[in-house]
């Protein structure tokens, strides 16, 4: 499709297969949603991988099958900038924003739903962010890989017409909503990272992009790659993060968050006081997100260990609930939410869709942007260190009873309103 301009941001869909590796015999299927400023000048990217309650179509595979004519393909309805629609945040830093969709599971009924603890997604995530940054808005990435082999020249004239970050920017934060955010985690750790956990694991990480199914043209495996053309993480931001585990399918996501527990990076974790998915656990959904139990094991205790320096922090919204991030409603998301289903909700009427819990996170989304990458307050031309982003604006606004009088937060034992390690002598 052309890109789709609306006012001074443009909105495109890509299309593109992915081997995870040149040894791997797998591909997936993956469509990203993008908006980026008409002036192709964005300075930094969000790439949000969303959660698996939204969009299902029993008729996958037909729509399949007249896609091939008709160039539609039925991965784009699952529609996560629909429902994650924080534009908004996005215009106000001149960044740009995407959104990841892949096709894990391939079956009758839900052929795109991935219900978690898949390393793969967040790999998906990467690749796709690092595909923006190189590439820009375009399918025919052999094109300009042509020109490249041609003429650095007819390259560098050519590449204009698609890349929309400033030159030389390649930063990235890295977010999403329920699994996706727990999947988020592994795109989060980098490129290096992921192929060092991947080699240990058996996720091996050297992705080659592919254009079609048949007779396709092919990437060099991102290993190739210059530095600058990979996604530079440079922030994480988790609603409500689901992790999963799954004997032989789905491993879970704590290698990730015990590597992220050593990245100088800014973290920033969101729950809900009425959300179970992710607070709550169960045999396959485990470690909860966190808990105010300093004993038991979560995600937030993997990424911030005691007497470790993760820069990781965790914020408790009241009456916050696991849908009500979304900018429109799901029927099936708002399933998670129900009191026959969620006993944390009982009695405390928890956000819905489209409501105040949606605009709060728009407005964090925005305030993070504004502090990402961190830099020092002494010296803002240098990078700054954990007790610079404690005192970032995105901090200072959220770390408040009521920040941009929107809602409450539920304050932790001593008052404050974000939780860390080391908490309250890490920084003077």
Same mark, same amino acid.
């Given at each position: 499709m052309?890109?789709?301009?609306?006012?001074d941001y443009?909105f495109?869909?890509?299309?593109?297969?992915i081997q995870y590796? #040149?040894?791997?015999?797998?591909?997936?299927?993956?469509?990203?949603?993008v908006?980026y400023?008409?002036?192709?000048n964005?300075?930094?990217?969000?790439?949000?991988s969303?959660g698996f309650?939204?969009g299902?179509?029993?008729?996958f595979?037909?729509k399949?099958? @007249?896609?091939?004519?008709t160039?539609?393909?039925?991965?784009?309805? $699952?529609?996560?900038?629909?429902?994650?629609?924080?534009?908004?945040?996005i215009?106000?830093?001149?960044?740009?924003?995407?959104c990841?969709?892949?096709?894990?599971?391939?079956?009758e009924?839900?052929?795109?739903?991935d219900f978690?603890?898949n390393?793969?997604v967040g790999?998906d995530a990467?690749?796709a962010?690092?595909?923006?940054i190189k590439?820009?808005?375009?399918?025919?990435?052999?094109?300009?890989?042509?020109? =490249?082999?041609?003429?650095?020249?007819?390259?560098?004239e050519? $590449?204009?017409?698609?890349r929309?970050? =400033?030159?030389?920017?390649?930063?990235?934060?890295?977010?999403?909503? /329920?699994?996706g955010?727990?999947?988020?985690?592994?795109a989060?750790?980098?490129?290096? @990272?992921?192929?060092k956990?991947?080699?240990?694991?058996?996720? @091996?990480f050297?992705?080659?992009?592919?254009?079609r199914?048949?007779?396709?043209?092919y990437?060099? #495996?991102?290993?190739?790659?210059?530095?600058?053309?990979r996604?530079?993480?440079?922030?994480?931001?988790?609603f !409500?993060?689901?992790?999963?585990?799954?004997?032989l399918f789905a491993p879970g996501?704590?290698?990730? #968050?015990?590597?992220?527990?050593?990245?100088?990076?800014? $973290?920033?974790? $969101?729950v809900?006081?009425c959300?179970?998915?992710?607070?709550?656990?169960?045999?396959?959904?485990?470690?909860?997100?966190?808990?105010?139990d300093?004993?038991?094991?979560s995600?937030?205790s993997q990424l911030?260990?005691?007497?470790?320096?993760?820069?990781?922090v965790?914020?408790?919204?009241?009456r916050?609930?696991?849908?009500?991030?979304?900018?429109?409603?799901?029927?099936?998301?708002?399933?998670?939410?129900?009191?026959?289903?969620?006993?944390r909700?009982?009695g405390?009427?928890?956000?819905?869709?489209?409501?105040?819990?949606?605009v709060?996170s728009?407005?964090l989304?925005?305030e993070l942007?504004? /502090?990402?990458p961190?830099?020092?307050?002494?010296d803002?031309s240098v990078?700054?260190?954990?007790?610079?982003w404690?005192n !970032?604006?995105?901090? =200072?606004?959220?770390?408040?009873?009521?920040?941009?009088?929107i809602?409450?937060?539920?304050?932790?034992?001593d008052?404050?309103h974000?939780?860390?390690?080391?908490?309250?002598?890490r920084?003077p």
């Open positions: 052309n890109p789709i301009r609306i006012y443009c495109d869909r890509i299309h593109l297969w590796d #040149r040894k791997s015999i797998g591909f997936i299927e993956v469509v990203i949603e908006f400023p008409s002036a192709r964005a300075e930094g990217l969000v790439m949000f969303h309650l939204i299902n179509d029993p008729f595979y037909l399949k099958i @007249t896609g091939a004519f160039g539609d393909n039925p991965l784009f309805g $699952i529609k996560p900038s629909h429902y994650y629609n924080y534009t908004q945040a215009v106000e830093r001149n960044w740009a924003m995407a990841v969709s892949a096709s894990h599971l391939q079956f009924g839900v052929p795109w739903l978690g603890g390393p793969r790999q990467y690749a962010a690092s595909y923006l590439y820009g808005a375009t399918d025919f990435f052999y094109k300009l890989d042509d020109h =490249k082999r041609h003429s650095t020249k007819a390259f560098l050519e $590449i204009k017409k698609y929309f970050m =400033k030159p030389g920017c390649n930063n990235v934060i890295f977010a999403g909503h /329920s699994v955010g727990a999947h988020a985690q592994v989060a750790c980098g490129f290096d @990272t992921m192929n956990i991947g080699q240990q694991t058996g996720y @091996t050297d992705p080659v992009m592919y254009d199914e048949f007779l396709p043209r990437s060099d #495996r991102m290993s190739e790659w210059k530095d600058e053309e996604a530079k993480p440079v922030g994480l931001l988790q !409500s993060p689901v992790d999963q585990q799954i004997p996501m704590q290698a990730y #968050r015990e590597a992220l527990s050593q990245k100088p990076m800014p $973290i920033l974790m $969101i809900g006081e959300d179970c998915a992710c607070l709550d656990s169960n045999a396959i959904q485990k470690p909860p997100a966190w808990s105010p300093p004993s038991v094991t995600q937030f911030a260990p005691p007497g470790g320096s993760s820069w990781a965790v914020a408790n919204v009241e916050g609930s696991h849908c009500g991030y979304l900018t429109a409603d799901s029927p099936l998301c708002s399933l998670a939410d129900g009191q026959d289903q969620c006993k909700s009982v405390k009427n928890p956000y819905k869709a489209c409501g105040e819990e949606s709060f728009t407005m989304l925005k942007i504004g /502090s990402c961190v830099k020092s307050r002494k803002p990078d700054g260190d954990f007790c610079d404690l !970032s604006g995105c901090l =200072k606004w959220l770390d408040s009873k009521n920040p941009g009088g809602l409450n937060m539920v304050p932790f034992p008052g404050s974000i939780d860390y390690s080391g908490k309250p002598n920084c």
